[in-house]
């Protein structure tokens, strides 16, 4: 029997809720942006309080931790061969549409941040720890970080993927912080322009990557 070519996750009311999701949280990031901005070399007092907290909260073995953390949410690892493992993987498990999601949902984020690290332009604290490129605001790391925890839950929509997309977030966050590599707002901002660029891409291929956990499902029932 031929399968239907509408199924209900592909609903165009489902397609515009993701839109309109990620969209508002884009915006909201890019408003945090400009609050930042205005307020010139000035951070806020959340920002000084959790950034001079980590100065006092030194642990070596939590530094090694972080500087773990950095290395496997950006440079050539976080960027490149993530991507690379994760879009290869899928391709393994016949979802390849899926595997174009992931790409172009990690394009779309690190354009996202590019954009915002240049136009906002914002100093990082002066305990930093790590080498890392222009603008502070958003965390690129933790950017990414978002946008591999969001495409997992889009593809494997199960409380176990988010409960373990959400630590892996946060985990990175602090990490970042505490390498004073980023004000706590820059990771905030991270995860609003990292989500809501997933969720625009998801709708996008909502339709396709809806086929295939459809199929993925009916080829598990027929193992079983």
């Known amino acids: 029997m031929e399968r239907p070519t509408t199924r209900p996750d592909a609903a165009p009311s489902r397609l515009i ?3 309109i999701v990620g969209v508002g949280l884009i915006g909201l990031g890019v408003l945090l942006g400009w609050a930042i901005f205005l307020r010139g070399d000035d951070p806020f007092a959340v920002d000084v309080w959790w950034n001079d907290l980590l100065v006092e909260w030194w642990v070596p073995a939590i530094g090694g ?6 290395w496997l949410g950006g440079g ?33 984020s690190v354009a996202v941040v590019q954009v915002m690290k240049h136009v906002f332009g914002r100093v990082r604290p ?41 630590v892996w977030v946060l985990l990175m966050a602090f990490s970042r912080t505490y390498l004073h590599a980023h004000w706590l707002s820059d990771t905030v901002g991270g995860a ?13 291929f909502w339709s396709q990557i809806s086929r295939e956990r459809s199929d993925a499902a009916d080829r598990r029932i027929a193992v079983e």
Do not use: K
Not at 65 to 70: A, E, G, I
Not at 147 to 158: E, N, Q, S, Y
Not at 159 to 165: D, E, K, P, R, T
Not at 192 to 204: E, K, M, S, W, Y
């Open 17 to 19: 809720a993701v839109t």
């Open 65 to 70: 931790f972080s500087r773990v953390m950095n």
């Open 76 to 108: 050539w690892f976080g960027v490149l061969a993530v991507p690379i493992i994760g879009a290869g993987a899928l391709v393994l498990l016949r979802r390849p549409w899926s595997a174009a999601y992931f790409l172009a949902a990690e394009i779309g």
């Open 126 to 166: 002066d305990e930093i720890l790590v080498l890392s490129d222009v603008g502070s605001y958003p965390s690129g790391h933790v950017a990414n970080a978002a946008t591999i925890a969001t495409v997992a839950v889009v593809l494997f929509p199960r409380l176990s993927v988010v409960v373990a997309g959400s």
């Open 192 to 204: 609003l322009a990292g989500t809501g660029a997933a969720l625009v891409v998801a709708a996008v």
